[in-house]
């Protein structure tokens, strides 16, 4: 097997390539090499059947998943398929030996995932991010990636749903039920939040009013009124100029409310 030196991110995945061209892993000096398979001191790549004698209910499950059809070139040209290895490393020693020490994990080492997706890098470097990089929580506490669609972890109906339940896991507070329930949140979480991370503070997708005006701006003719369900906030209170619309005594139960149905306390 020969091992390339790293191309320049140019030539990196997910830089609008075709899909199946994507999905080849090259390891032949071609243009289209796109990544650097991990290393492992030692060992070499033996294709994901070799993991399926004693992970068989990972390996069985990994069919329909969003990285199942990763592929490597070996040194006779024949076509391998190292789904398993592309994140967990080249897997000869370890498939001898069983032990943690000769495979890696990437729960714990999200460079891994990285390394294909450098435009996660790039959202997880902005200023408010998930802690992922710091290590307190790992890229599959959101992504499943031994089954079904990566980016619908829970596998439900929609993916608004299911991406709700992916981050009730950790914060209940915002997706409790509510009895008045801001009704974006069918939408989902990332209406308003970009859980990689953004520029600003709670990780939202854009600041101060600015959020709500995506779905609430109601552009008044007459009088320099500003209606939002029915009252005017540019009136005697002037609330709009005040700040963002989930100040103290405005907006403030953003996610939703047991007592007002303005979303206020
Ligand atoms: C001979 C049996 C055997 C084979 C074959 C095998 N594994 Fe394992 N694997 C184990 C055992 C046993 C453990 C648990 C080690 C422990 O907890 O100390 C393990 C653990 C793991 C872990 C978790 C490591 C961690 O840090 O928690 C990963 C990832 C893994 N294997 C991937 C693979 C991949 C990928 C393949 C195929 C290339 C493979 N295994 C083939 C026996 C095997
Ligand atoms: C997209 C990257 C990716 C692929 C592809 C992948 N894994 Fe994993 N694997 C992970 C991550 C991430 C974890 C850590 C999961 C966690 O604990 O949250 C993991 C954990 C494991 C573990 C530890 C046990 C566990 O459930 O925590 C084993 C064993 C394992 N993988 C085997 C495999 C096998 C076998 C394949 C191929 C059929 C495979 N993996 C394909 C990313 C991947
Ligand atoms: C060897 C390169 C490689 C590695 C390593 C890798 N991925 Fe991927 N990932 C891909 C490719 C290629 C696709 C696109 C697959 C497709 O479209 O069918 C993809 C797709 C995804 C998607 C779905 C994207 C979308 O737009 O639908 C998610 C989410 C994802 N990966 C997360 C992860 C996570 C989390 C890890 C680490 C545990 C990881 N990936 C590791 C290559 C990789
Ligand atoms: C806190 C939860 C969370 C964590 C942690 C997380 N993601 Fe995501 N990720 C999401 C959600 C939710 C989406 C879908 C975003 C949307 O629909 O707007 C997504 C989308 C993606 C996509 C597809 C869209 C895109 O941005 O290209 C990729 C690839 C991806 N994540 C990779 C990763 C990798 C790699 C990591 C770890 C370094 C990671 N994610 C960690 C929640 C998370
Ligand atoms: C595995 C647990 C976990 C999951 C799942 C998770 N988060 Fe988080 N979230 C955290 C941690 C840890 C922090 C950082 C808290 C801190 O720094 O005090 C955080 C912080 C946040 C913050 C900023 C809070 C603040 O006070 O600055 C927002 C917003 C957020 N998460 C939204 C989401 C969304 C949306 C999802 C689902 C896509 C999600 N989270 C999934 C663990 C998680
Ligand atoms: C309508 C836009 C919107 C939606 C949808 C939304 N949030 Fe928020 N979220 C906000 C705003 C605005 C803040 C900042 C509140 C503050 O600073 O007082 C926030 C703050 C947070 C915080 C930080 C703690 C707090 O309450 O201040 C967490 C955690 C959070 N949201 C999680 C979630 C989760 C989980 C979902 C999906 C179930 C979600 N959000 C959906 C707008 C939204
Ligand atoms: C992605 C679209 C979307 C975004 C962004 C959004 N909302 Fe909403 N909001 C809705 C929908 C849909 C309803 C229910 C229909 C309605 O009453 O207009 C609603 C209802 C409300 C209500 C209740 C109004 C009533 O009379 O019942 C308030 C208050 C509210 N939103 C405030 C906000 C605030 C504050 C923000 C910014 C943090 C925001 N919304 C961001 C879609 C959104």
Not at 6 to 15: A, N, Y
Not at 210 to 219: D, R
Not at 230 to 247: L, R, S
Request: hydrophobic share 30%; aromatic share 4%.
């Amino acid at each position: 097997m020969r091992l390339l030196p790293r191309f320049s991110r140019r030539t990196l995945l997910l830089g609008g390539l075709a899909a199946w061209a994507v999905l080849t892993v090259s390891c032949t000096l071609t243009d289209r090499a796109i990544v650097m398979p991990l290393q492992i001191p030692g060992a070499t790549i033996v294709g994901s059947g070799a993991c399926t004698k004693c992970h068989g209910s990972i390996t069985s499950g990994m069919h329909d998943a969003t990285h199942a059809r990763l592929m490597l070139r070996d040194d006779a040209g024949q076509m391998k398929n190292v789904s398993c290895e592309s994140c967990h490393g080249p897997g000869s020693l370890h498939a001898k030996a069983g032990t943690r020490a000769t495979i890696i994990n990437p729960k714990v080492k999200p460079d891994t995932c990285l390394q294909c997706h450098t435009n996660t890098r790039s959202e997880f470097s902005l200023p408010h991010t998930h802690p992922v990089l710091a290590g307190k929580i790992g890229c599959s506490d959101c992504h499943n990636p031994h089954q079904g669609d990566a980016n619908n972890p829970g596998g439900a109906r929609t993916l608004a749903a299911s991406t709700n339940a992916t981050c009730a896991k950790c914060h209940p507070a915002q997706t409790s039920h509510f009895v008045f329930t801001h009704e974006v949140m069918r939408e989902g979480c990332v209406a308003c939040h970009a859980p990689h991370g953004t520029v600003n503070d709670k990780m939202l997708k854009s600041r101060g009013a600015s959020l709500c005006y995506q779905c609430h701006f109601q552009p008044q003719a007459s009088n320099n009124q500003i209606f939002h369900g029915g009252f005017n906030h540019a009136g005697g209170q002037a609330n709009i100029p005040a700040g963002t619309c989930w100040n103290a005594g405005c907006h403030e139960a953003v996610h939703g409310s047991n007592v007002n149905s303005n979303l206020r306390y």
